[in-house]
């Protein structure tokens, strides 16, 4: 069964450090989004991309944050300059159907951020 | 804007004992409602989900869920569970604007099966 994959599953980064999150989507997914959860807290929403575009951002998603897909498998998520505040786990999840409300979200098994 | 709430951050139980995780959202118009679940090391999995139509749907692995409007509740269901149903489990919201897919968690329940 095809599944959304990330890499890598664990980040250690300093503090004001760039990282980049990658994530594989399902292949013929079209609609790709970044959810994060701080430990203890709720799963929050980033970003949704569809088309080569941001198509919603959550408050959270500020300047510091990036996405890009640099080629056609690839869905990245940057963050400029670590704070403390980033430690969390990353998800990825993909969806086939642009704006069909009705479509499942697959998610990868996320990436565990740990800034110091 | 949407939100979630869910009742109860952990239970346990016994296999066999019947379960019911409360979930309850505010939106003020249409939504499609969901149950995720995550096993120990795993994968957010999508459990069931609501749309539209008979507001009793039933998913994944014996479990159901009931939507009711009036209450704004989608509460999920099992009527014996079992070891292996021990877990995390999240009920989500999307609602139907004319923006993005966006789903609104809530903070999730434990649960934790006693053999």
């Known amino acids: 069964e095809p599944e959304v994959t990330q890499t890598p599953s664990h980040q250690v980064t300093q503090m004001g450090q760039e990282v980049i999150l990658r994530c594989v989507p399902i292949?013929?997914?079209?609609?790709f989004y970044w959810y994060r959860q701080i430990l203890g807290q709720k799963v929050e929403f980033l970003v949704s991309?569809?088309?080569?575009?941001?198509?919603?951002k959550s408050e959270i998603f500020d300047d510091q944050f990036s996405v890009e897909r640099p080629d056609g498998s690839n869905f990245t998520l940057k963050i400029r300059s670590t704070k403390l505040e980033d430690s969390a786990m990353y998800f990825c999840?993909?969806?086939?159907?642009?704006?069909?409300?009705?479509?499942?979200?697959?998610f990868g098994p996320g990436t565990r951020l740990t800034v110091l | 804007a949407q939100s979630v709430s869910q009742h109860n951050h952990h239970v346990i139980l016994s296999e066999a004992a019947s379960l019911e995780l409360g979930c309850n959202y505010s939106y003020g118009g249409t939504v499609n409602l969901f149950w995720y679940v995550q096993y120990p090391g795993q994968h957010l999995q999508l459990l069931l989900k609501y749309f539209s139509g008979d507001p009793l749907v039933k998913g994944i692995k014996g479990f159901e869920a009931e939507f009711i409007k009036s209450k704004f509740s989608f509460n999920l269901r099992k009527p014996s569970v079992q070891w292996s149903d021990t877990a995390e489990y999240f009920c989500a919201v999307n609602g139907i604007t004319g923006g993005g897919n966006k789903l609104t968690f809530g903070t999730g329940t434990q649960l934790k099966v006693e053999l």
């Open positions: 991309f569809y088309n080569n575009e941001i198509s919603e």
């Open positions: 999840a993909s969806s086939l159907k642009p704006g069909q409300l009705w479509d499942e979200q697959f």
């Open positions: 292949s013929n997914h079209l609609y």
